[in-house]
């Protein structure tokens, strides 16, 4: 089964705000709105950002954002901070139950 | 607070089996789908299976092509995952985790740490 689409990289500089895209198909992320967002620090487990598309956990800082649009969801983080710097993943829901993560996309604070 | 442990990890030769446990606390098991997850060294996060709150429901990634089993023990509070045929492309941190609800359809809101299988001889 193929991975979602991820970039491999963005970067931002303090304060400004950056948005990871994660594009998949009809069959996932276009049919459902069960995708998930994880940040991930190294050495750490992931941590649930994000989910069904567009709900934070509590505790989680209203700077991320979660949307979509046809086949790719995006998330979206406001106000960069040294400590968003981490790999995000995404997560959606497919056809016959399954689930299926993005590659991921390392985001560096510049 | 929610905890979920993993044990069961190690080293294993290729062509052999491995079971993993994942031991909760600080909720109600018996409510909450659960999934296995797994990372290869350096590499993304690959889902591997899922199983409902009530073990009617069980699916796993096409790529493991039945070598795996997801199953839990309501007595013990424990989700288990059963590698058998083991290849050392399976090598990875094999993450527990808690769905956000019952079903399978449900995503992951909890994480464990982690146990590290490593398959090779």
């Known amino acids: 089964q193929s991975a979602l689409t991820q970039p491999a990289s963005v970067s931002g500089s303090p304060g400004q705000s950056i948005t990871i895209p994660c594009t998949g198909t009809?069959?996932?992320?276009?049919?459902?709105?069960?995708v998930s967002w994880y940040q991930q620090h190294p050495g750490e487990a992931p941590k649930l950002m994000i989910y069904?598309?567009?709900y934070r956990p509590p505790g989680v800082s209203n700077r991320f954002s979660g949307s979509k649009s046809g086949n790719t969801a995006s998330l979206t983080i406001s106000g960069l901070q040294a400590e968003d710097e981490a790999d995000y993943y995404c997560?959606?829901?497919?056809?016959?139950?399954?689930?299926?993560f993005g590659g991921g996309t390392k985001l560096t604070v510049l | 607070q929610v905890q979920l442990v993993e044990s069961g990890g190690g080293v294993v030769q290729p062509g052999r089996s491995l079971r993993l446990s994942c031991t909760v606390s600080?909720?109600?098991?018996?409510?909450?789908?659960m999934h296995w997850v797994r990372q290869a060294p350096g590499k993304g996060l690959e889902w591997v299976a899922v199983?409902?709150?009530?073990?009617?429901?069980?699916y796993y990634a096409d790529s493991l092509k039945g070598r795996f089993t997801i199953s839990r023990d309501y007595s013990k509070n424990t989700l288990y995952l059963q590698m058998d045929s083991l290849r050392a492309d399976d090598t990875a941190v094999y993450y527990c985790a808690r769905a956000l609800s019952y079903g399978s359809e449900s995503s992951i809101e909890y994480w464990g740490q982690g146990a590290l299988v490593t398959v090779s001889s």
């Open positions: 009809s069959s996932d992320i276009g049919g459902y709105n069960y």
């Open positions: 997560i959606s829901y497919r056809d016959s139950s399954l689930w299926v």
């Open positions: 600080g909720f109600t098991f018996n409510n909450y789908g």
């Open positions: 199983i409902s709150y009530d073990a009617s429901k069980r």
């Open positions: 069904d598309v567009i």
